[in-house]
């Protein structure tokens, strides 16, 4: 079966850094994404990772361990903006491309 | 590049109608499109996916003959929610994605702004 698990909710403080994780148990693996959704609105792309190690994007940086099924999103000098939904998703192989979706991480970013 | 747009934004309609929503790729021709249904506090689930001018492939539990899926064209596809129900209230996205270009990476889906359905 499909699987995508991360922390419901964390909190954090403005400034600081923040890791969330996301581990995967899918039937096929062709990459890895990250997305930010505000309340209300659609998720907009923060990374994609296919290889294992780290992907550094400004104050977000995303690493892959395809053996370990195991994905983090690291946010760095946290802004009260950063406040939102992280969504962690699996891009299945074959025709289809379809994203399976995790259950997202609530994040409060408090001064 | 690479906008997706929604039709329309919100909806409320009566319990028993009918409510299209149509998804749109602004300035790239989308191959497939997916749509998602979102409940609150809850992520996106997968309802189905469509090609151009082929059926829609639909998830286990989703009902084909209640979520009707057309993709007539490569900019162009629709979901009408057919005999709608208050448990059909939820936020309904679309994403996009296209075979690639210069600017728009194959791999990416390209989401809508979504659509907000509420029955009553």
């Known amino acids: 079966g499909q699987n995508i698990d991360q922390p419901t909710e964390m909190t954090a403080t403005e400034g600081a850094i923040v890791q969330i994780n996301c581990t995967y148990q899918?039937?096929?693996?062709?990459?890895l994404f990250w997305y930010q959704q505000h309340a209300g609105e659609a998720p907009t792309f923060l990374s994609y990772?296919?290889?294992?190690g780290l992907e550094e994007k400004g104050r977000f940086s995303s690493f892959l361990s395809r053996s370990k099924g195991y994905s983090y999103l690291l946010l760095k000098e946290l802004q009260m903006k950063d406040s939102a939904s992280y969504l962690c998703?699996?891009?299945?192989?074959?025709?289809?491309?379809?994203?399976?979706f995790g259950t997202g991480t609530l994040l409060a970013v408090q001064p | 590049g690479a906008v997706v747009s929604q039709h329309p934004s919100w909806v409320i309609c009566k319990s028993g109608t009918s409510v299209k929503i149509e998804c749109r790729s602004l300035?790239?021709?989308?191959?497939?499109m997916f749509w998602y249904r979102q409940f609150p506090k809850q992520s996106l689930m997968l309802m189905a996916t469509?090609?151009?001018?082929?059926?829609?492939?639909?998830e286990q539990g989703v009902e084909k003959d209640k979520f009707l899926i057309n993709h007539a064209s490569l900019t162009l596809s629709t979901l009408t929610v057919t005999s709608a129900h208050p448990e059909d209230s939820s936020f309904y996205i679309c994403?996009?994605?296209?075979?690639?270009?210069?600017?728009?990476?194959?791999?990416?889906?390209?989401f809508g702004p979504g659509t907000r359905l509420t029955v009553t």
């Open positions: 994403s996009a994605k296209s075979l690639g270009t210069a600017s728009i990476k194959a791999y990416e889906q390209y």
């Open positions: 899918t039937s096929g693996f062709n990459g």
């Open positions: 990772n296919v290889l294992d």
């Open positions: 998703a699996v891009r299945e192989g074959g025709a289809t491309n379809k994203l399976i």
């Open positions: 300035d790239f021709q989308a191959t497939t």
């Open positions: 469509s090609n151009e001018g082929s059926k829609a492939t639909y």
